[in-house]
């Protein structure tokens, strides 16, 4: 029987390739510019799965030419990068990581939380350009996180994973989900369902964590930041496009909030210049799951359904059943 083919877009561990080398013939794009979309259209024939990255464009269009791949398994649990309904429509499974990377993620948004309440990145660079000559009363003050109000933009399982942090720092918990949790969840967290307009306006701290659709692109905009309180802190490690970089540019600057701590932005890796000029937002380039235990399980669950659809078993990540 001719061995299954498998094509990966871009660098991953060497673990990952001893895993799926037993199984299939690989073609390995072994290095992190990964391919044009012309290439991945090229490269993906005769292959039945694609190992992909979030920096993978894979269109409606892309999609259709993709006729021989059976799974795109992505290395993430997002997969915005992916029309997944064209997908269907193709016949291409879809599979994500997920679980694997919900406590990583979430202690990103309380490190990039904590950073921006306590000025941690600005108090870094004051040292390091020699700024600090004295203790004065009022050096680098920041805010307070205990006993404060966490508010919880989407509450799946990172999002969750984020309350429960809250909940150890004594904080007041409010959310808001698209659907409200289970009772006995609610009581766990000791969260509050609240509307986005009390979310906005009663959270000290709010971190964003619903995924990118046409319905979330640019969900926290002009009205959203001028809704939160003036000492508010605004947490994004979900996708950049969600909160509408300028205008949190604007709030920041004329200090319509307090302060940001971003892990994902709109057109990445571009940081849009006026975000790059606030001293109040705490950047990080995209590495909400960038632990080595993390990243490593990520790939190999990828690996493992990929394997799992070569082998004629049904992928355990399927998003498009
Ligand atoms: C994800 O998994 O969606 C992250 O954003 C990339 O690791």
Partial sequence: MPRPHILITKRVFPETIALLEPHAELDYVANDDGLTTDELVESARGKQVILSQIT??????????????????????GYDNIDVPAATEAGILVSNTPGVLTDTTA??????????A??????????HAGKWTRWTIDLMMGHDIHHRTLGVWGMGRIGQAVAR???????????????????????????EYVTQDRLLAESDFISVHVPLSEKTRHLIGERELRMMKKDAILVNTARGPIVDEPMLARALREKWIAAAGIDVFEHEPTVHPDLLACENAVLAPHVGSASVATRTRMTVMAAENAIAMIAGKRPPNLVNP
Avoid: C, W
């Fill in 56 to 77: 993978d464009r894979l269109s409606r269009e892309v999609l259709a030419k993709l006729t021989d791949v059976k799974l795109i398994a992505q290395i993430a649990v």
């Fill in 107 to 116: 202690d990103l948004a309380f490190a990039l939380l904590l950073a921006a």
């Fill in 165 to 191: 942090r809250g909940l150890g720092f004594s904080m007041r918990v409010l959310y808001h989900n698209r659907t409200r949790l289970a009772p006995e969840i609610e009581r766990e967290l000791n969260a």
């Fill in 118 to 127: 306590r000025r941690i990145a600005e108090g870094h660079q004051y040292i």
